[in-house]
């Protein structure tokens, strides 16, 4: 007999557990809501053509791939006699994956969202405004924080430009923030890959080093400077650049900094180097048309952050993070891409989104100490007790009746028990109200109903149960 174990990397969720992570992911959803996005879903699975290629080296290795059905080891090449192994002959593991496999489970929601876009351009009216909440997997080696099942809560926008969607995806941010009760602790940090690039090339690297260098720049929080500046140069990246990079954003995180001062340094500092700054000004227009206008709500500052660069390749405009002040890992992110239909034959929809993990959001909470006081495990209203002398089937009627006549949660005792165990089941339930049933009651019509919060007891009818029952709900 095997001992029942977990996967590593995932986890289950109990009842209570459950209901606290649906308040967050509620939460979620009614901005969504608010900012006019619909519902939409994709399956688990997708084809591995679809995922392959598209998230960089390092993330393509962490797709779980899923065997094919039947006799699939019948396609797969046997090495040669004379190498003995498939990488003597040249087909390393993710070489062998497409004999292997031709489906794997979704790594995240926005590739599967492009897909959909392009099978379903002609039926959609555009811009395309959906959100998504659904789990994905990834092949990672779990640890704090980092799960191999999670859910992502994903907005986004396709087939639109407009600097409108970035500005309103900020204001989105700080609007799930402030429901949630985190404002105080985060930052929303911004960035523009086009500022990214303009810095890359500056430093010393080609356009082929440019996701090299966004995988260096964003360890700025996370490594000694010294220990980054020895990793850039080892890459071919000039080290007086770079420390000029790191005075740079130690000027634009001052706590005092304002986004828009931020821009404005950020110009100055391009200027004077000879370099572009058409990211600057995407990200001020941005700031024009959100939170520059909209200050009366939102608590959650926004910060101009050099750093953020993003892991996934497909980002080409803004780019998001929300992070910890302490700098315990990222809630949420999103940016901009420009073309990520293209590979699947609809080039030029631009789109843009962002995307909350409600995982990680969950265990932050937790580790601050937070309540969950707004909700509670979802427990019935009333559990009916039976008393020797009634049958439980006619607990099942009066059961029923509440129910569906009264809209009352009700919860009926299986067996003939001692009250006080009864009672006590209803206690470690959180069932608030106990409808005690027995001869006299049956006799009389009515039900003697126990507030256990309060310790009232008083014979009703039905419906006067019902009512003072969701009155004090």
């Not at 351009?121 to 959100?131: D, H, N, S, V, W």
């Not at 100055?268 to 959100?290: D, N, P, T």
Request: hydrophobic residues 40%.
């Amino acid at each position: 007999m095997s001992k029942p174990a977990l996967v590593k990397g995932t986890r289950d969720f109990g009842p209570e557990e459950f209901i606290r992570r649906r308040w967050i992911i509620e939460n979620i959803r009614s901005v969504y809501e608010l900012y006019g996005f619909l519902p939409m879903e994709t399956p688990a699975m997708e084809m591995l053509t679809t995922l392959s290629d598209t998230y960089g080296e390092e993330g393509d290795k962490l797709i779980f791939r899923i065997l094919n059905s039947g006799n699939f080891m019948e396609q797969v090449p046997y090495p040669s006699s004379h190498s003995g192994s498939w990488e003597g002959d040249g087909l390393g593991s993710l070489a062998m994956a497409r004999f292997l496999s031709e489906k794997a489970l979704r790594y995240d929601l926005t590739v599967p969202l492009a897909r959909f876009v392009s099978m379903r351009a002609g039926e959609l009216t555009f811009p395309f405004k959906r959100y998504q909440i659904q789990p994905v997997w990834r092949a990672d080696r779990p640890q704090k924080g980092r799960y191999r099942e999670f859910y992502q809560c994903d907005a986004d926008v396709v087939g639109s430009d407009s600097v409108l969607y970035e500005a309103e995806f900020l204001l989105i941010f700080q609007e799930v923030l402030d429901r949630l009760g985190l404002s105080e602790d985060v930052l929303i940090r911004v960035n523009h890959r086009a500022l990214l690039q303009e810095l890359c090339l500056w430093a010393g690297g080609e356009t082929a080093s440019f996701s090299t260098f966004c995988i260096l720049w964003d360890k700025a929080d996370k490594l000694p400077q010294e220990k980054l500046l020895e990793e850039f140069v080892e890459h071919g990246f000039r080290a007086e650049y770079i420390r000029t990079m790191f005075t740079w954003q130690q000027e634009l995180l001052k706590p005092e900094q304002s986004f828009e001062k931020a821009i404005s340094i950020v110009r100055e500092h391009f200027r004077e180097q000879g370099l572009l700054s058409h990211g600057a000004e995407a990200l001020a227009e941005m700031w024009r048309y959100g939170p520059a206008s909209r200050s009366s709500f939102g608590r959650a500052p926004i910060v101009l952050d050099l750093s953020l660069a993003r892991g996934l390749t497909y980002y080409t405009g803004a780019i998001f993070e929300v992070t910890p002040k302490d700098g315990s890992g990222s809630l949420a992110g999103g940016g901009r891409y420009d073309n990520l239909t293209g590979r699947f034959g609809k080039p030029g929809l631009s789109g843009v989104g962002i995307s909350f993990g409600a995982d990680r959001i969950y265990d932050y909470l937790l580790s601050k100490g937070h309540t969950f006081a707004d909700t509670r495990a979802p427990a019935a209203a009333l559990l009916l007790a039976s008393l020797e002398g009634v049958e439980v089937r006619r607990l099942a009627s009066l059961a029923y009746a509440l129910r569906h006549n009264y809209g009352v949660s009700t919860e009926v005792y299986p067996t003939t028990a001692r009250l006080k165990k009864q009672i006590e089941y209803a206690v470690r339930k959180k069932i608030p109200f106990v409808g005690i049933f027995g001869p006299e009651e049956a006799e009389q019509g009515v039900i003697t109903l126990k507030n256990l919060q309060n310790g009232q007891q008083d014979s009703l009818s039905i419906e006067a149960a019902a009512h003072r029952i969701k009155e004090s709900l």
